[in-house]
């Protein structure tokens, strides 16, 4: 008689296998970090930014821009780890995980090329257009993925995946000929757990990605604080977030939450600031 009973389980998700041939017993120098925003200056932004772009921005699509911009300003945290030594990267792109409902829902991503030179409105407009494409199944990159991984079996998966992070990060090499996108997952990633409800929770790096930023971004609620002596509502969102030590020790960590912070309490004022710096500084 077994252990614990079990019942045949149907076939995974990509994101399933995916995550079965990247994970294994944690042993990974994780960090985890939790911050309580208050969104009404970046709200309001947000509502200005969707008459501006006729694109809906949301807190998502805030955070991502305030995460762009921090790692602009703080360009050891724009790193990566190849062969045990810590490298820039020269450009901030950002990953944004992307739900794909259905009969057996799944999870894949798209990536903000050069975000810190995106105001939010544009990001939500490209975002909006990347996500659809994934989700129709149009998205070349993904369907191509997706081919690839149907091919291999399930107890090779692991390997696979290693030896193609092997080969991108760790000897950085361009694979596009390969069918493989280049710098697939950028130099963070940020998921929306507030689109489905969920207040706040903490999401795990994924290793072959070798991002060392994950920010999970909750949902917006009413909550009472105290404001100069003062108990008030307003609108509370839980950003968690998830670093590789090797990378974000305390004190880079603290900068980029400053960073995030400063920009999503006054949106109007970094933004002014970032537009006073020329483009690709």
């Known amino acids: 008689m077994p252990n614990v009973e079990l019942l045949p389980y149907s076939r995974p998700s990509m994101w399933r296998r995916m995550s079965l041939g990247n994970w294994s017993n944690p042993t990974d120098p994780t960090v985890y970090g939790r911050l309580e925003v208050d969104m009404s200056a970046a709200l309001a932004y947000a509502a200005r930014e969707t008459e501006r772009t006729g694109a809906r921005v949301t807190p998502t699509h805030m955070v991502v821009r305030a995460i762009a911009l921090a790692l602009k300003n703080l360009p050891l945290a724009n790193a990566i780890v190849r062969f045990s030594r810590i490298y820039q990267r020269r450009h901030v792109d950002v990953f944004c995980q992307v739900a794909i409902p259905g009969s057996q829902p799944d999870l894949s991503g798209a990536v903000i090329r050069n975000a810190a030179d995106k105001r939010p409105g544009d990001i939500a407009n490209e975002l909006k257009q990347r996500a659809d494409a994934v989700r129709a199944g149009k998205d070349p990159d993904l369907e191509r993925t997706r081919k690839t991984l149907d091919l291999i079996p399930s107890f090779l998966y692991r390997v696979v995946l290693g030896a193609v992070a092997f080969l991108n990060y760790t000897l950085n090499l361009d694979l596009r000929w390969a069918g493989l996108p280049k710098n697939a997952f950028g130099s963070a990633m940020v998921t929306s ?12 790096l994924v290793p072959m990605s070798r991002t060392p930023v994950l920010v999970s971004v909750g949902k917006v609620e009413d909550r009472a604080v105290v404001r100069d002596g003062q108990v008030v509502v307003r609108p509370i969102c839980v950003l968690c977030g998830t670093f590789d030590h090797r990378v974000m020790d305390g004190l ?20 002014l600031a970032a537009a006073a710096v020329p483009e690709g500084k």
């Open 193 to 204: 757990i507030g689109s489905l409800g969920i207040p706040e929770g903490f999401a795990p």
């Open 252 to 271: 880079l960590a603290g900068r980029l939450v400053e960073r995030t912070l400063a920009y999503l309490s006054d949106p109007e004022a970094a933004e």
